[in-house]
Structure formats: structure tokens, C-alpha cells
């Protein structure tokens, strides 16, 4: 096969990291049954983690980061796959204890792969693992029994990749969504995501999240965490459910038993990086049909695999909305 082309994350004895373009023999690849030509891969806040000192994602170094790949299949000892098939991975211990998406070619057991129908590469790399986990958080409302004529359903941290897919799917289902932010200039965005009503970050400032807040969402898609994850619980209907993913706010949840022995509220954490084979596949093929984003476009920014250090500068300072999407075929 000749060399690979990566980013590959150094970390120095001082606990400092580079993130360099190198070429490195195939044997550098861990083993695995499929042998993937990746074409694109994402920036998410773990990839970002991945290469900042004490980041606490990576189990060592050299790495290639890239929790997220999409490609084609180039070899395969797996019955599953075949030469040619398009595929995507994404959990477990990609990009952060097995090499990732941010080289031209990756290897990875079958049970971590998934073959694509309906969607193209360039589009599982839109979605991604954010917007998966937007499209488990989604799932988690309506097999709660949730229906759009319940309410209206929040979602904080709306122009993040997860909260952002959120609103699209949601909208795209019926349901009336408040999407909750505190960037004033993404409105217009959300609204074309389908945002019935914008609004800003909750708790509002200086407002007290009680034990019981008055009743205002039928259910949530939560990214915060923190004080907003706690009012998003305290104001939820009776047998409302939150489903919780994220913590960019806190991991803190400074609560009471109130919502859930009085309303009873539902909790339903969601992970998407542990989740067995068969229920991912399951969801992605529910994504190239009635679970497709509607505005996938709209919320996906291309940049280069070359351009990666800038972009995670970005998005550890927040600076990012909606999903980034990486090319890596054709790019070093």
C-alpha cells in the first residue's frame, strides 16, 4: 500500500502537543478486517480534546485523531464488507486509543464499521457522531411516547453539531421546538432549521432554578448540562423526558428528586461512543430514511485536513456552529 498520509498528534516530555502532517509506513496502522479510503472525517469538541495538554480523551501518543471517518472499503477479510462499499465509523476508541479519520487511510475491526445506504460519505461525515447523537437524543423522545402534540420540546445549546441536527430532525417531525443559545446572531439559522422561537441561554441571568420551576416543554434535547440541564428538568410537563448528551456548560447538576418523584420526569442519558454495533447500524439506516437532516447543508462547513490546527483552536473557543466537515481525500 506505501505510506500513509496523517495528522498525527505528538506529545513532548513537557505534556506540550503538535499536530503534524507526516507520511507513516502502513505498519503504524493497528490491525484490523477493513481497511478504509477515508474521504472525509469531522471536528468535534473530542477532537479538539485529543491534542490539547490534559485533555483526558487520548489514551497515548502518537496519534491520529478523528473520532469520526467516512469512506469507501479498499480491502476487507470480513464477510460483512466488501471492496467498494461506502462505510462510516465513529465511537468506541477511534481517534483517541486507535488511530482516526485524519489520515487517507484507517483499519478497524468490522463490529466498529457500519455500510452505508442512502447517504453518501460526504454526507454520514455531515452528520457525524454530533449529529448521530442528535438523532439518538431524537429517538429517545419519541420511544418515551413524546408526540409533537405534547408541547413544545427545548433543545439548549442549539447551534452546536448535536443541538443543531436537533432542531432539524425535531422540526422535521412536527414538533413545535424553542431552541435555547446564547449566540443573538444564529437565529435566523435556527429558524430555517425550524425553530418555532429562538431564545437565549437558560437559566436566564440572575434567575433561581427551583425545585419545581412552572411547566413550559413537553420534553428536551440537552447539550449544556450544569444549572441549564437542572431548569430544563425543573420546568419540563409531567412525564416529560430529557434527553442529555453534552456538557458544555458543566458536568455539575445541582437538581432535586422534585421533577422526577412529582412530575415524573424522565433522565435518559445518551452515549453514542459505547453503543453496540447492531443499534448503530440500525440508527444510521434510519438516517438515510425518515431520520435524514432536512438542512444538512445549511449547518455544514468544509474545511481541509491541512486547515485542522486552526479549526480545533475554533471550536475550543466556541467559536463554532453546526458541523465541520473535513476532506481528507485528495488533501495532502
Known amino acids: 500500500m506505501g505510506d500513509v498520509q496523517a495528522l498525527v498528534a505528538h506529545q513532548d516530555d513537557e505534556g506540550n502537543i503538535d499536530l503534524v502532517h507526516e507520511a ?20 468535534n ?20 485523531p478523528g ?7 479498499r480491502s476487507s477479510s470480513s464477510s460483512e464488507f466488501a471492496v467498494g462499499d461506502v462505510v462510516v465509523a465513529h465511537g468506541y476508541d477511534i481517534g483517541t486509543g486507535r488511530h482516526g479519520g485524519y489520515a487517507d487511510t484507517a483499519r478497524l475491526p468490522a463490529d466498529m464499521v457500519v455500510k452505508l445506504s442512502g447517504l453518501t460519505a460526504a454526507e454520514a461525515a455531515a452528520i457525524g457522531t454530533a449529529g448521530f447523537t442528535a438523532a ?16 413544545p420540546v427545548l433543545v439548549t ?14 422540526a422535521a417531525a412536527g414538533f413545535e421546538v424553542i431552541a435555547s443559545t446564547g ?21 436566564e441571568e440572575g434567575e433561581k432554578v427551583r425545585a419545581l420551576g412552572k411547566s413550559r416543554w413537553a420534553a428536551a434535547v440537552d447539550c449544556v448540562g450544569g444549572a441549564t440541564l437542572a431548569y430544563a428538568l425543573s420546568t419540563l410537563n409531567y412525564g416529560g423526558v430529557v434527553a442529555a448528551s453534552g456538557l458544555a456548560g458543566s458536568a455539575d447538576l445541582p437538581t432535586t428528586v422534585h421533577p422526577f418523584i412529582l412530575r415524573g420526569v424522565t433522565l435518559a442519558g445518551i452515549d453514542s461512543v459505547q453503543l453496540p454495533i447492531d443499534r448503530r447500524r440500525a ?14 447543508s445549511d449547518v ?18 466556541g467559536g463554532v456552529t453546526g458541523r465541520t466537515r473535513v476532506i481528507v481525500a485528495g488533501e495532502f
Open 45 to 64: 469538541f473530542k477532537d479538539a480534546l485529543a491534542v490539547t495538554p490534559k485533555g483526558g480523551v487520548a489514551r497515548s501518543y502518537p496519534l491520529i
Open 157 to 170: 445549546g442549539a447551534t452546536g453539531g448535536v443541538g443543531s441536527v436537533s432542531v432539524d430532525l425535531l
Open 300 to 317: 455544514t462547513t468544509d474545511v481541509s485536513v491541512t486547515d485542522l490546527p486552526k479549526s480545533i483552536k475554533t471550536i475550543l473557543k
Open 67 to 73: 473520532i469520526d471517518l467516512a469512506g469507501t472499503v
Open 136 to 151: 439518538m437524543s431524537v429517538e429517545a423522545l419519541t420511544s418515551h411516547g413524546i408526540t409533537p402534540s405534547d408541547g
Open 183 to 203: 449566540k443573538s446572531d444564529a437565529a435566523d439559522l435556527l429558524r430555517t432549521l425550524g425553530a418555532s422561537e429562538v431564545i437565549g441561554r437558560l437559566p
Open 283 to 296: 440508527l444510521w439506516a434510519r438516517l438515510g430514511t425518515d431520520l435524514t437532516p432536512a438542512h444538512l
Open 24 to 43: 507513516v509506513d502502513e505498519s503504524f496502522l493497528p490491525d484490523g478486517d477493513v481497511e478504509i479510503a477515508v474521504e472525509y472525517s469531522g471536528v
